[in-house]
């Protein structure tokens, strides 16, 4: 299985527009973030999950040649606001792209981009052929079996998604703040799991980096990555306060086991 970080960042992305924050201002290209999803390839099936509103330049700069699905995690702007940017892969593959979610994440995508299911198309207007595919249960895109998990982000329906492929597992929830102790058991023991950990300071929606790092020891996973960080943490200052075994993931980050 092999991962690329295509962004990291919490829903403004870091540098926050108009921030003379020190962490805004820095040199450091890891304390750049753009809005956070992940792509994934595992026997040679390419998987995005979310598509947020940086995806055209993610798809760009870390090459993501193809997309045989999108797994969307919930209906929140920063995660779906470049879904439509996927139907260049129309282009090249010649194929419907099935597009997986939550009942109540597929009817906001239906409302928000009314357009791909519309009877009438216009002349000329070229839009995104998607499949959108409720999920409640386990499903197999090609090899991979995919896991739906609920997740409380809030008051937005939202999962978390675990990944297994010839042996190999994976666990992301980039949006999170509880997760039930039934979640936790199907994360437990995974090769690499990702959870969002956006600062230090609470937030109403979202696990500080404390918390994540509570909730990853209880998990126990081989390697665990914290991701959706916004502009409080310095990336090299947030590592250091970490346990060992857990590290904070930057944009482009490949891993392959
Ligand atoms: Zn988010
Ligand atoms: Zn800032
Ligand atoms: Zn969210």
């Not at 750049?32 to 026997?43: E, G, I």
């Not at 999962?159 to 102790?181: E, H, I, N, S």
Request: hydrophobic share 40%; net charge negative.
């Amino acid at each position: 299985m092999k991962i690329v970080f295509l962004g990291t960042g919490t829903s403004v992305g870091v540098p926050v527009i108009g921030c003379e924050c020190r962490v805004c201002r820095s040199p450091d290209p890891h304390n750049r973030r753009l809005r956070s999803s992940l792509y994934v390839v595992a026997d040679g099936t390419h998987i995005v999950i979310d598509t947020s509103l940086d995806f055209r330049e993610q798809a760009l700069t870390f090459r993501v040649p193809r997309v045989d699905a999108v797994l969307v995690t919930h209906a929140h702007a920063d995660h779906i606001f470049g879904l439509d940017d996927v139907r260049r892969y129309n282009t090249i593959q010649g194929t419907v792209i099935p597009v997986y979610a939550s009942p109540g994440t597929v009817a906001d995508l239906r409302r928000i981009f009314t357009y791909v299911s519309a009877d009438r198309p216009e002349p000329g207007v070229f839009r995104p052929r998607l499949d959108f595919i409720e999920v409640r249960e386990p499903f197999a895109v090609g090899p991979v079996r995919v896991e739906p998990l609920p997740i409380v982000h809030g008051r937005v329906e939202t999962y978390g998604f675990r990944l297994d492929a010839g042996g190999r597992t994976l666990g992301y929830v980039p949006d999170c703040k509880q997760m039930t102790d039934a979640v936790v058991d199907r994360f437990r023991g995974v090769d690499v799991m990702i959870l969002d950990g956006l600062r230090h300071r609470s937030h109403p929606t979202h696990h500080t980096l404390e918390e994540a790092a509570a909730l990853l020891t209880r998990i126990g996973a081989r390697h665990a990555y914290l991701t959706h960080i916004c502009h409080d943490l310095d990336h090299d200052e947030a590592q250091q306060s970490l346990p060992a075994g857990m590290s904070v993931s930057y944009d482009g980050l490949t891993l392959e086991w």
